[in-house]
């Protein structure tokens, strides 16, 4: 057969060259991954999660993130699916492939003009404010300002008075009544029964700055955490003393998160919609006021209908301490 000119050519003679990636492209199916089982994360330590399988602090496994789950984000209370190596040998090595919807989340940034927000803890149902009573003296702004942030991802705050064999709680007591949380005391060298039945059989994830006693805390309440204590300073600032979150097994069931001391907790991903969503009746109301209300009330907004539901409805404690809240989110407040 002789030679073929480009008349005598059809579609049938055209030849594809392969791309340098091979000849074959790329799949975008993933495997279902039904084999895998479920944990929970414990602490993460430099692209390296702990996780319990099914939430059994007797069976730890170290995991990597799988490369599918891109930069996902995993924090500690996620829970998660694991796949490979799940033996929790010295060597093991699994891989987390899902991470489950969160029940709620705490965020924070670092401070009221950042743009990026950092979670601190997934699932946890309750967010435990640790503050003292003295040395160092408590920090409404701060109280307040976690406060705001358990309210905007659905946890339900306690507030822990530390060392009042120091200082009378009774004036930090009447001022958060209105609030409607448990409220605590511990005392230097009794063991925290109080704080320990509000934390049994739940998440919980306690936070506060350094020096107030929460490690002293979480070693009371699990005595193998063996986590590091300091001495408050002598200008009456305590050393950090945590640097990462880690849940710890409670004997009578449930979990701790230790968090790091923070001395700010920025809000900057919080709107005073999510603040007023909480109060009953409230996020109503503010549908009646004007456009770009704050819902301060006073000079700022003469205007504010909340002021008129709060009479109406003989709730004006639980709108000052709402308005608290607001400030507070607002950067009025002292954080």
């Known amino acids: 057969m002789g030679k073929r000119g480009w008349r005598d050519l059809d579609e049938s003679d055209v030849r594809v060259r392969p791309g340098r990636s091979g000849t074959r492209p790329r799949s975008k199916r993933r495997p279902k991954h039904e084999d895998a089982v479920e944990a929970m994360v414990l602490t993460v330590d430099r692209g390296r999660w702990t996780c319990a399988l099914d939430g059994d602090p007797e069976r730890l496994v170290i995991a990597m993130r799988a490369r599918e789950l891109g930069r996902t984000p995993v924090v500690v209370g996620d ?32 401070d009221d003009t950042d743009p990026y927000e950092r979670v601190v803890v997934a699932n946890a149902e309750q967010l435990v404010i640790v503050s003292a009573l003295a040395d160092p003296p408590p920090r409404p702004g701060f109280i307040n300002r976690c406060l705001v942030a358990a309210y905007a991802g659905g ?20 001022q958060y009544s209105s609030l409607e949380m448990p409220i605590v005391r511990t005392r230097e060298g009794e063991d925290p029964d109080d704080l320990r039945a509000v934390l049994t059989g739940r ?3 306690l936070v506060g700055h350094s020096g107030v006693g929460k490690s002293t805390l979480v070693n009371r309440l699990v ?20 640097t990462s979150a880690l849940a710890l097994p409670l004997i009578e069931g449930g979990w701790v998160v230790d968090t790091p001391g923070i001395r700010s907790f920025g809000l900057a991903h919080v709107t005073a919609d ?35 539901f709060a009479t109406e409805t003989g709730s004006t404690e639980r709108l000052n301490a709402l308005r608290h809240l607001l400030l507070s989110r607002a950067g009025y407040d002292e954080a």
């Not at 009953?280 to 000079?299: K, M, S, Y």
């Open 203 to 205: 998440v919980s994830a």
């Open 274 to 308: 999510d603040v007023i969503a909480v109060f009953e009746g409230f996020a109503e109301a503010a549908e009646e006021c004007p456009p770009n209300c704050g819902h301060l009330g006073g000079e700022d907004d003469p205007d504010c209908h909340l002021d008129v």
């Open 155 to 174: 946890l339900t705050p306690v507030l822990c008075l530390t060392k009042a064999d120091l200082a009378d709680p009774g004036e930090w007591i009447e």
């Open 79 to 110: 829970r998660v699916d694991l796949v490979g190596d799940v033996s929790g040998g010295p060597d093991a090595l699994a891989r987390i492939v899902r991470v489950a919807e969160r029940t709620s989340v705490l965020r924070r940034t670092a």
């Open 223 to 242: 005595p193998a955490a063996e986590r590091a204590t300091a001495e408050v300073s002598g200008v009456g600032k305590g050393r950090h003393t945590s």
